[in-house]
């Protein structure tokens, strides 16, 4: 044999080599992603080593560091034209006190009710909302530390109770009707796979409800003296099952479940037994919820990146279930819905990296709904360890009859199932949508202009839970570092105690100027438009806004930076 044909054998040697490993690499990524998509297989956190050292890409997408590219401004065009933009406007003050100074405005306020020129000597829901968009939170404070991921956090109704959820298998109750934020019981959790996922109040606050990688729910008491800790079966037809979103109806009879077998699940807590088993999704069902008081309608979304509307008076298990229409739009799959509460708008978080808002009157076509199908079979991705494609950051990518009202985009969500809502009626008149982030931040926008009015920013790693108090201005959110922050309003030169030796520091997160009058004056921003605020990080204001502050301004925020700079350590 000459050189050459060993030259060429060699080649071929080399190439099927290649060719083999290639082939092997492809497989393990195939079986990798299906593993973690069943649950079977989980990403180990940063603390690892092995990934520090061998791979710093990874680790960099681990700490959740980037935020997704936003290429465009809010579209206004659909919400301005809607009787949701007109009854938030109305709910929170802003089409009764529109644009005018703020600080002058809260002054009248004031003035005409000690005057008594406010007729009912108390402010109105408008005018208190209009208030509370002054007071928005902007500092926090640590008031829990579990050192595991927190994977839920959630108030009660009445804002009395706060219950947690962690993955070290323990519930906590904390006790905040004095304002504080006191454990008073801790709730061992059975038959736990992976974590707990969710959870959920009875309407009456008196009971919880919770959801792991296993065949049943689990009830437990809050308030009475013997613990009460009960099993319930809901007898699904695959081996690996999991509950991802649970809750209960409004009379505290049946509760509500979606699960990974794509299929909606109803417990009868009078009967003790599963009454309702409906085939919903083609894919993973990640979250359900009602959308008001009846508990008549309800709300599913999964990973087929569709939300289906349900009658739950149609609904039967031995039946053929059809929704009552469907939502598409999403380019990907869903992580969260959660309604308005007024049997008409809801909201849908997704691993597209975007929050839609909707109108259930305004069902999508068949077309739209093939349109998402289509879409979501090319995604070749998975969210819960590689980063996001740059097509899914795109804006150009909105899918042809789109029927949401609004999209609003700058949070991250990766890893997890992120969670976001409405924010109060009483506070704020609905007029914000608050969420999670993978980046560690809380995002707060405003529905009036699409753009965030608030970024939140101090955990290390992924914030999957927030949940806003029903009665005043703080927000407590569940992160993976294991902590839960307060989220509160402090004026600028307040010290508030700071002890900077303890660990419950407070810093700052300042607000945009936001409002629906003030549309799309500053630069889209970017990860790299955050700059350091003072052990935090704020939304950088554009040169065209800079331009428009005055020297009194520019030396006012001068001082404020001053005084919030931490010493160093």
């Known amino acids: 044999m000459n050189s050459d044909d060993e030259d060429r054998e060699s080649s071929n040697r080399d190439d099927t080599s290649s060719m083999s490993d290639e082939e092997s690499d492809t497989d393990i990524a195939t079986v990798l992603t299906q593993l973690i998509r069943s649950g079977r297989a989980h990403i180990l956190s940063e603390s690892n080593s092995v990934f520090e050292e061998r791979n710093e890409s990874f680790h960099d997408f681990l700490s959740g560091a980037r935020l997704p590219f936003v290429d465009s401004p809010p ?85 009395n109770i706060f219950l947690s959820a962690a993955q070290d298998r323990v519930l906590r109750v904390f006790d905040t009707s004095k304002g504080g934020f006191d454990c008073i ?36 008491n809050i308030y009475d003296g013997v613990e009460r800790h009960e099993v319930l079966p809901l007898c699904p037809e695959l081996r690996r099952f999991c509950i991802f979103s649970l809750t209960f109806s409004q009379d505290g009879n049946e509760v509500l479940g979606g699960a990974n077998d794509g299929c909606l699940y109803i417990y009868d807590c009078e009967k003790r037994q599963r009454t309702l088993r409906i085939d919903a999704h083609d894919e993973d069902v990640n ?11 309800l709300f599913s979304g999964a990973d087929d990146g569709l939300c289906k509307v349900w009658d739950r008076r149609t609904l039967a298990e031995n039946g053929e279930a059809k929704p009552v229409g469907i939502l598409g739009g999403h380019v990907d799959g869903l992580t969260f819905v959660d309604s308005r509460g007024d049997g008409r708008h809801l909201i849908t978080n997704s691993k597209d990296q975007s929050i839609k808002l909707w109108d259930m009157r305004k069902f999508s076509g068949s077309e739209v709904q093939q349109r998402t199908r289509t879409f979501m079979s090319s995604q070749s991705w998975d969210y819960s360890f590689q980063n996001v494609p740059w097509r899914l950051s795109c804006s150009k990518n909105k899918i042809a009859g789109d029927t949401s009202l609004m ?46 009015a608030v970024v939140l920013t101090g955990h290390s790693d992924c914030v999957r839970d927030v949940s806003w108090h029903p009665y005043s201005m703080d ?22 105690d700071i002890d900077f030796d303890s660990e419950e520091y407070i810093t700052d997160s300042e607000s945009n100027e936001s409002n629906p009058g003030f ?19 704020e939304v950088r204001r554009s040169p065209r806004l800079a331009a428009r502050a005055t020297p009194q301004t520019a030396r006012r925020t001068s001082q404020r930076q001053a005084s919030n700079r931490r010493p160093p350590l």
């Open 75 to 159: 579209d206004l065009t659909v919400l301005e034209g809607t009787d949701l933009y007109l009854s938030t406007s109305l709910s929170s003050g802003f089409f009764k006190h529109g644009c005018k100074s703020q600080s002058s405005r809260v002054t009248s306020l004031l003035f005409q009710r000690q005057v008594g020129m406010k007729g009912t000597g108390h402010f109105s829901g408008g005018d208190r909302s209009y208030i509370g968009h002054n007071y928005l939170p902007n500092k926090f404070k640590q008031v829990a530390n579990c050192n595991h991921k927190m994977f839920c956090g959630t108030y009660s109704k009445d804002g």
């Open 519 to 537: 549309r799309q004056r500053r630069s889209l921003y970017r990860d790299d438009d955050l700059v350091d605020g003072g052990g935090s990080r």
């Open 407 to 452: 999209t609003y985009r700058g949070h991250s969500v990766l890893r997890t199932l992120i969670r976001c809502r409405f924010s109060p009626a009483f506070s704020t008149g609905q007029r914000y949508i608050y969420s999670g982030c993978a980046a560690g931040k809380v995002f707060i926008y405003d529905v009036l202009t699409g753009m965030p």
């Open 185 to 220: 019981r801790k709730i061992p959790a059975r038959d736990v796979g992976w974590s707990i996922l969710d959870t959920a109040f009875s309407p009456d606050g008196r009971n919880i409800i919770y959801s792991s990688w296993s065949e049943a729910i689990h009830l437990c």
């Open 287 to 297: 979250t359900v919820a009602y959308a008001d008081e009846t508990s008549q309608i």
């Open 475 to 496: 927000i407590i959110d569940s992160a993976w570092d294991g902590r839960h922050f307060r989220w509160f309003h402090a004026a600028p030169d307040s010290e508030d």
